[in-house]
């Protein structure tokens, strides 16, 4: 089955740096990447997602990128903030035309915004 | 915030009771997942229902079942509670398997 790898566990940058978070995985026929922000005590909310076709998606001060052949997909926030605070996961899926099926989720990033 | 819902929000049971979560799927989902996320680690898959049959199963034994309604509303049953069992239960919805929406959650305490 799919396994997903993510690193760093704790990620700890100054207010108004960038965070980059680096996630792979092993099953060459996954194609949705979705990236999840679990505040504490609170749902997993998604941020941004990608799908196989795709090799980089931005929306704000968000962005996703994605190597298919080495099987490793980012995520990239700028200017960071201290609500961006929070515990971040990456998830793959074989799902059809947008990964509804079965996500395989990663160990979790713990970022910490300073001021 | 999603559309999603889910009851209780917490819950203590002891070891080898039985116990009945509850999900609302968004309105316009048909697609309900249960994943548990244990504390410190990402969710794991249980199982995943499409108009109500069984679409795809995680690595949890036969303990755990579920149910998909009408409505597309789903229940997650856990039998035989083990001290393991103790977790955060979550419920995703999605529309023809899209995008997964999470639910807030029910927590499991198993004493």
């Known amino acids: 089955g799919e396994n997903v790898e993510q690193h760093p566990s704790t990620l700890s940058v100054q207010e108004g740096d960038s965070a980059v978070i680096k996630c792979t995985y092993s099953d060459s026929a996954s194609n949705y990447f979705p990236w999840y922000k679990q505040e504490l005590g609170k749902r997993p909310q998604l941020i941004i997602d990608i799908r196989s076709n795709v090799g980089e998606k931005k929306d704000q001060r968000i962005a996703v990128t994605l190597n298919k052949t080495a099987k490793h997909f980012s995520l990239h926030i700028t200017e960071t903030q201290p609500e961006d605070s929070a515990v971040y996961f990456c998830?793959?899926?074989?799902?059809?035309?947008?990964?509804?099926?079965?996500?395989?989720f990663g160990t979790g990033t713990q970022l910490k915004v300073e001021l | 915030e999603t559309g999603v819902t889910q009851s209780p929000t917490h819950l203590i049971k002891t070891r080898g009771q039985q116990v009945t979560l509850r999900c609302s799927s968004q309105s316009g989902h048909n697609t309900v997942s249960w994943y548990q996320q244990a504390l410190g680690q990402g969710p794991q898959f249980i199982f995943q229902y499409y108009r109500e049959e069984e679409n795809g199963r995680g690595n949890f034994p036969p303990r755990f079942s579920g149910l998909q309604f009408p409505n597309y509303s789903s229940e997650l049953n856990v039998n035989a509670l083990e001290l393991d069992d103790s977790a955060l239960y979550l419920c995703?919805?999605?529309?023809?398997?899209?995008?997964?929406?999470f639910g807030p959650g029910t927590r499991l305490l198993v004493l």
């Open positions: 998830a793959a899926s074989r799902g059809g035309t947008g990964g509804g099926n079965k996500l395989t």
């Open positions: 995703a919805s999605s529309r023809n398997q899209e995008t997964q929406y």
